[in-house]
Nanobody, 114 residues
C-alpha cells in the first residue's frame, strides 16, 4: 500500500501562483510515475502533469508554459508549481502514484478568483 498526502491548495487571484506538494509513504517502488490530475465541478478527472522516476515529464496542453512538475526521489515527493493561474484552473487536484498499482491522494482544492 502507498499513502499520499497532499498540501498547498487554496484561493488565489487570477495571475497568481500556488505550489502543490505530495509525499508518498508505504511500500514504494523506485520505478514509478507521479503526477497531478484535476477535476473541475461536473467534469471528469484529467491529467495535468506527470513525471517519471527518471525525470521524464508530460503536461496537458492547457498548462504548458505555466505549470512545472518536479520531484524529489529522496523524499518520495512530487511538486506542482502553478503560475499565471486562470479561473479555468479551478478544480480539485489529486496526486497520483503509479507503479504496479495506482494510488490517489485525497485531493486539494484550488480556486482561482477573478
Amino acid at each position: 500500500q502507498v499513502q499520499l498526502v497532499e498540501s498547498g491548495g487554496g484561493l488565489v487571484q487570477v495571475g497568481g501562483s500556488l505550489r502543490l506538494s505530495c509525499t508518498a509513504s508505504g511500500s514504494i517502488s523506485s520505478i514509478n510515475i507521479m503526477g497531478w490530475y484535476s477535476q473541475g465541478s461536473g467534469k471528469q478527472r484529467e491529467l495535468v502533469a506527470s513525471i517519471s522516476w527518471d525525470g521524464h515529464t508530460n503536461y496537458a496542453d492547457s498548462v504548458k508554459g505555466r505549470f512545472t512538475i518536479s520531484r524529489d526521489n529522496a523524499k518520495n515527493s512530487v511538486y506542482l508549481q502553478m503560475n499565471s493561474l486562470k479561473p479555468e484552473d479551478t478544480a480539485v487536484y489529486y496526486c497520483n502514484f503509479l507503479s504496479a498499482r495506482t494510488y490517489w491522494g485525497q485531493g486539494t482544492q484550488v480556486t482561482v478568483s477573478s
